[in-house]
């Protein structure tokens, strides 16, 4: 026989990996609550001699925050998003304690001053400014973190370069950045 583990009383998969080594296997649903869980191991009698030896081993129970999904944004020329919101948690920490941040997959469309968070508690929420004129695609990773383990969700932004449904607001970031430049003409000597 071999040797056998169980993870708070229940059997576990277990592989000896070398004479020094095991891989022991829990199943997410089994886990349990965040806390300390008890896992034992144990082994058979050698050769026929009697009494197996078993170990037990106080293991810290913690789980990554959670984060909400965040719907994509598709956005015309030179408009800005409108603000997605989004819920953050996290079983062992407050969520005012949890540290959140942002990042984009293409900084020319989407740069990372232009990533806007906000909220509170677990009440967060998230707009991007495109670069002006810039059209693409970028993905928005959002991360959020308990100090140990860190959790991401993203979402797409999608910049269109033609003005269908884009409505008002491309037509307004056009006319202002040609008056910005029939500014700079006359500015000129």
Do not use: Y
């Not at 078993?54 to 959670?66: K, M, Q």
């Not at 020329?77 to 407050?94: C, H, K, M, W």
């Amino acid at each position: 026989t071999m040797t056998t583990a169980t993870w708070n009383g229940t059997p576990v998969a277990i592989v000896v990996l070398s004479s020094t080594r095991l891989q022991i296997t829990v199943p997410s649903a089994i886990i349990g609550p965040p806390g300390q869980g008890t896992l034992v191991l144990t082994n058979p009698p050698f050769l026929g001699e009697g009494g197996g030896v078993s170990a037990t081993f106080p293991v810290p129970v913690e789980f990554a925050p959670t984060v909400s999904a965040i719907a994509d944004v598709d956005l015309g020329l030179n408009q800005p998003s409108p603000e997605r919101t989004f819920v953050i948690g996290d079983a062992e920490t407050n969520p005012a304690l949890l540290t959140v941040s942002a990042s984009s997959s293409d900084p020319r469309l989407v740069p990372l001053a232009a990533i806007r968070l906000g909220g509170s508690g677990s009440q967060r929420s998230i707009a991007v400014t495109p670069a002006l004129f810039a059209h693409g695609q970028s993905v928005i990773t959002v991360a959020v973190s308990d100090g140990l383990r860190v959790t991401r969700r993203s979402f797409t932004v999608r910049v269109h370069e033609d003005d269908a449904g884009c409505g008002l607001g491309s037509a307004i970031g056009i006319l202002s950045a040609i008056l910005v430049l029939v500014r700079l003409r006359k500015a000129q000597p």
